[in-house]
């Protein structure tokens, strides 16, 4: 028998019945999330994450449940199955999280198993109540590493852009190229920490957190104040860079060491953010959410039945977990990476390099000189071992370096097994152009872009639990010509490689 008094249940007649299997599941949980724990350490508006809240999550979680704990009092416990499909999507999401190594799908897991076991165990008022909370815990891990580059790179260049123009407005030479400025001599580079993301990312979730909490009247600011939320990080971190820049051009170079560096990107972007909320919160304060009334039914505890076979159920899905994670670890395949050849037509290899393979992933590249001696260029090869890895971007090498991209088209090259898609691209620097043509390249396929052949792999590991080898192919060469003719020789290459691989994968099986 149970008694409901205020926020306490006091459980007559064995506590232990209804302690025992919550517990047993707790542990479960503990197990099943451990993955998530380095991202726990995660601090918001730090250079060191991509978004994450970390563990401010469980803890602005936590808080916002003590909050409305005078409404809680009032709800019955009772078991309700239609919590149910929400506990099946959480653990859905959770064997894809470990299928594919991704932790941002087991934070949204968490944030489901969470919920739904909440609407199980106590009802579907209990879990309307708490839908805050549960959504705060998608938070925990952050975003796909390869979405926040995609979209971090191009505000990298907007705010270098708008910085340079506001050092020139401002009477100071200054010169950019790509994403570095050069002023006074230095050269000040806009990193992806100084893009925007990072502070609009962590500044959405806790600008929730006060609108859920508040609860205005004036939903319209609060929704125009969200939408500006992108644009204000951008601008803070213009100011930032501009700070920075003129700091180093009148020899005040402590602008640019941490922490100062942080903390006036953290002053501009509170500044601005301050000043917003004082003008969402004029007018009507805060609006008061009236307490339900008690229901008439008397309140019960979760079954000891429904709480069984939740232990048992979480025990399970760590079971198959652990079985899918044991599986998508092997590697690729038990061979040998491709090799360069001592040539490329009539170009010859002058130097190469290769990086170990113990980290998962496999990484080369090479010199080539051209027949007449006055030209060289590079030769590129990178192989993902292990399902954690992914094709790598190689077109970042050249933009983390200051490179401007100008141009970029996609062209067909023949090799005797097939025709493959190459981007061509041209970048810049001062007077200085590099033209590098790059693919990615599948026994069966091939691809343009590192998002189509990420996802491909993806879907590859999905179906079968460990993706055969995507290979991305690059030449890095002073004129267009090369850049392709070397291209193709190296494609066709690797291309035969491939081929070999698939027939050794084949008699294996």
Known sequence: MA??????????????????????????????????????WAIPLSGETNEGLGFFALLLGG?????????????????????????????????????????????LSLACLVAGSVWWLCGRRWAAHLWFPFLLLAGVAPLPL?????????????????ATFLIGVLGVPVERDGVTLWIGGHAVQVNEACSGWHTFSAAV??????????????????????????PLAMFANTLRVTTVALGIAFNQGWVAVSPWHELIGMVYFLGLALALTSWLMMGKGRRQEALPMASLLPPRAPSKRALWAWAVGLWLLWGVTLM??????????????????????????V??????????????????????????????????????????????LWLGMGYEMVASRTVTVTVPTRSVPVQLVRFTRANEQVVVAV????????????????????????????????????IAATDEPSALALERTLVGEVEHWLQNAASQERRRH
């Open 146 to 162: 390869d979405l926040v580059g995609a979209i971090a790179f191009r505000l990298q260049n907007i705010v270098a852009r708008l």
């Open 439 to 474: 693919t990615y390249l599948h026994p069966e396929r091939a691809a343009t872009s590192p998002v189509s052949a990420r996802l491909g792999r993806v879907l590859e590991q999905l179906r079968y639990g460990t993706p055969r080898p995507w290979v991305t192919v690059g």
């Open 324 to 349: 899918s994670v044991w599986q998508s670890q092997q590697a690729v395949a038990a061979l040998r990476p491709p090799t360069f050849p001592a040539r490329l037509g009539d170009w010859v290899r």
């Open 3 to 40: 008694e409901q008094r205020g926020w306490v249940f006091t459980l007559r007649g064995g506590s232990l019945a209804w302690g025992l299997p919550f517990l047993i599941g707790l542990v479960a949980f503990v197990f099943l999330y451990r993955p998530l724990a380095p991202a726990l």
């Open 205 to 230: 979730w806790l600008f929730l957190v006060l609108l859920y909490w508040q609860r205005p009247d004036r939903w319209w600011r609060w929704v125009t104040v969200l939408l500006l939320l992108l």
């Open 351 to 396: 130097q190469i390099h290769d990086d170990d393979t113990a980290e998962g992933e496999w990484f080369a590249q090479a010199t080539y000189r051209s027949p007449d001696r006055q030209r060289f260029a590079k030769a590129f090869l990178h192989l993902p071992l292990s399902a954690v890895k992914r094709p790598k971007r190689l077109l970042n």
């Open 63 to 107: 808080w916002l449940v003590w909050q409305r704990r005078k409404a809680l009092q009032h709800l019955p416990l009772h078991t309700d199955s239609q919590g149910l499909w929400l506990l099946l999507l959480g653990a859905l999401l959770a064997w894809l999280g470990y299928w594919l190594i991704m932790r941002f799908l087991l934070a």
